[in-house]
């Protein structure tokens, strides 16, 4: 299958109450097999065909707020279109499962991947679980409704895939069966609904200078509970299925000299280039992060111990800011720890340039001289790009 | 009222117990001030109708008073007072900082 058959799929087994949906590249074949499903009867799912993806997210939020699983599904400019409301569906603690099939934001415009767009979206309050193959699409949209739900956590979650390399291609996907994925996310009592009539509620209200503070930080609660939860769904999922989860994969990380830092489909390739650098005796090693939000710092900081150097990649650029997201994040986390160790910044593969073995070579090959020579001048390189300052 | 601990209240902003807005106390928003004048009112409680905030008191069908501490001041009342004088005239908030 591929990731969008994938995700599709998952959402058929999961069968929400309500799916909006709105068609953007690449994302537009996992909901038109969704729609399949629900026009062939598979599923009794209520599909409101919105007419953009604002409304797909308003949607989504009426239908939680009146305590319905609601799920929709996005890409890029279509995020970028949704972002009031998302900011929205978090801080009313609705527990919206959303995949995101990543690509790159326009301009100049572009349908390949990169991860521009939920990049963008780290600060939205929404938890995001990125995705190394079509089977993480599918198993960590099993895992996200039973996070979001979570009494403790009450967030939206994010399920992203990469657009074109993961949503458009083939590959076998081991799923579980329908009986399972209905005793695995049981039913949903949301606490409160704007429907009923007998307990009326307000969701939505206006919030000033008196209590919005407060609610912000009951925010950053929910978040706080994230990786416990998360951690422990992904063990129940292991239990179930064999294939259990965690916040980040340490991949022969605990000895490893040089540790490359990556999220999404990269890691795949990376533990190709990984495991043949350790066959010449190099000691080279792989952080995937799963987690994004929550980033678990601490727990990163300490796999990330041993390293004598390390690269950080990411997809997507902060414009005017010391790198990119997720190099900030590493060096956030390694700040205070007492680890000198040299980080470089790789930028990479946006929109949709290809990321081959031979650039993770370069950019371990990169790494060794920094573990040899310490952190660099020019530590933001940009890999695979042509022209000065390219690598 | 008092303000509570974030603790302390429903996650979300959500309100749990209905029709409760008048616990929130919106008067001191207010830039004008209407104030109604019992001498001249004949009753016809098109101010009461009008209010969006519901602050026109009124007792036995006959307006007793403006409730100050949810009138958002926006002059409706006054508009519609049909009058000469207006019965209720808007006056600015400074004017009775002294008081
Ligand atoms: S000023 Fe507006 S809010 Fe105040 S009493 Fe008149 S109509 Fe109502
Ligand atoms: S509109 Fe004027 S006259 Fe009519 S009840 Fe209100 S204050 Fe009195």
């Not at chain 1, 060096?331 to 007492?338: D, E, H």
Request: charged letters at 25%; proline letters at 4%.
């Amino acid at each position: 299958m591929t990731g969008n058959d994938a995700t599709a799929e998952a959402m058929r087994q999961i069968a929400p109450d309500v799916v909006t949906c709105f068609p953007i590249t690449p994302q537009t074949e996992l909901m038109h097999k969704f729609a399949e499903h629900v026009a062939d009867g598979d599923v009794d799912t209520e599909l409101v065909l919105v007419e953009s993806e604002h409304s797909a997210m308003s949607a989504a939020v009426g239908a939680a707020a009146a305590g319905a699983r609601a799920m929709t599904a996005t890409a890029a400019n279509g995020l970028a279109l949704m972002w009031e409301i998302v900011y929205i569906a978090a801080s009313y603690r609705l527990p919206i499962v959303m995949p995101v099939v990543n690509r790159a934001l326009s301009g100049p415009i572009n349908i390949h991947c990169d991860h521009s767009d939920t990049m963008g979206c780290r600060d939205t309050g929404w938890i995001q679980l990125y995705s190394e193959n079509a089977q993480e699409a599918y198993d960590n949209t099993l895992q996200a409704l039973r996070i979001a739900e979570h009494p403790d956590v009450l967030l939206p979650v994010m399920v992203t895939f990469d657009g074109f390399i993961l949503s458009h291609t083939a590959e076998i996907l081991e799923g579980l069966e329908d009986a399972e994925v209905k005793d695995w996310i049981g039913t949903y009592e949301a606490k409160y609904s704007i429907l009923n009539t007998d307990d009326p509620v307000t969701i939505g209200p206006l919030d000033l200078q008196d209590y919005y503070f407060e609610h912000k930080r009951q925010q950053v609660e929910g978040m706080r509970h994230a990786p416990d939860v998360i951690r422990e769904i992904g063990r129940a999922y292991g239990e179930l299925c064999g294939r259990s989860y965690d916040l980040f994969e340490a991949y022969r990380l605990e000895d490893a000299e040089l540790a490359v830092v990556a999220l999404g489909s990269t890691c795949g390739t990376t533990k190709v280039v990984v495991d043949e650098l350790r066959e010449q005796g190099v000691k080279a090693g792989l952080l995937k992060i799963r987690s994004f939000r929550p980033f678990p710092e601490a727990e990163i900081a300490e796999a990330l111990g041993n390293a004598k150097a390390i690269g950080v990649l990411d997809r997507s650029i902060s414009f005017g800011a010391p790198g990119g997201p997720v190099h900030k994040e590493i060096k956030a986390a390694l700040y205070g720890t007492g680890h000198e160790i040299g980080i470089v910044n790789y930028i990479y593969g946006l929109g949709g340039r290809d990321m081959s073995m031979n650039d993770i070579k370069t950019a371990f090959a990169g790494l060794e001289k920094v573990a040899r020579e310490g952190t660099p001048d020019d530590n933001i390189r940009f890999l695979g790009l042509r022209g000065e300052g390219g690598v | 009222m008092k303000e509570r601990g974030w603790t302390e209240i429903p996650i979300g902003g959500v309100i749990e117990e209905a029709g409760n807005a008048a616990a929130y106390e919106t008067g001191s928003w207010r830039t004008y001030r209407p104030v109604w004048n019992s001498e001249t009112c004949i009753h016809c409680l098109r101010c009461w109708v009008a209010c969006p905030d519901s602050s026109i008191e009124i007792a036995d069908g006959k307006v007793t008073g403006i409730d100050y501490e949810h009138c958002k001041g926006c002059g409706i009342c006054s508009f519609e007072c049909p009058v000469d004088p207006k019965a209720i005239e808007m006056k600015l908030e400074t004017d009775f900082a002294k008081e």
